[in-house]
């Protein structure tokens, strides 16, 4: 991890902003930064965000992805791509990009409830 902002009392690492960046560059909806660290062993980040379209997600993920790599910082995996939900894990911190019906059908904010949820401002 690199460099890390306070947010509400919180440590947000630099490569959680650059997602967050990233996705309002290319206008993700309900855009959602999840901290982990207190409820999960293996994972500290969840970003998710709404793609209105197969184009947007396609996007979406495209705009992480090279934001990302700009910076140094390549995935581990990353699942679809799909026209309802791409995962890009980075280890430490994984964006699910996903189209309306497939968050609120998985409700991914509602299985992590208690994870905290940090407001990050898109630079």
Same mark, same amino acid.
């Given at each position: 991890?690199?460099?890390s902002?306070?947010?509400? &009392? /919180?440590?947000?690492?630099e +490569?959680?902003? %650059? *997602?967050?960046d990233?996705?309002?560059?290319?206008?993700?909806?309900?855009?959602?930064?999840? !901290? %982990?660290?207190?409820?999960s +062993?293996? %994972?500290?980040?969840? *970003?998710?965000?709404? &793609? +209105?379209?197969?184009l947007?997600?396609?996007?979406l993920?495209?705009?992480? $992805?090279?934001r990302?790599k700009?910076?140094?910082?390549?995935? $581990?995996?990353? =699942? &679809?791509p799909? /026209? $309802?939900?791409? %995962? *890009? !894990?980075? &280890?430490?911190?994984v964006?699910?990009?996903?189209?309306?019906?497939a968050? =609120?059908?998985? !409700?991914? =904010?509602?299985l992590?409830? !208690?994870?905290?949820?940090?407001?990050? /401002?898109?630079?």
């Open positions: 991890m690199s460099q902002d306070v947010v509400n &009392g /919180t440590e947000v690492p +490569e959680v902003q %650059l *997602i967050v990233a996705l309002d560059d290319k206008r993700a909806k309900d855009v959602v930064v999840l !901290d %982990l660290k207190e409820v +062993e293996s %994972l500290d980040w969840f *970003i998710v965000a709404t &793609g +209105e379209s197969s947007q997600l396609k996007a993920e495209d705009g992480v $992805r090279e990302l700009s910076e140094g910082h390549v995935p $581990r995996a990353v =699942e &679809g799909s /026209t $309802r939900w791409v %995962l *890009i !894990d980075y &280890g430490w911190v964006a699910h990009l996903m189209s309306a019906e968050r =609120e059908f998985y !409700d991914l =904010e509602g992590w409830a !208690d994870a905290a949820r940090v407001g990050v /401002t898109p630079r």
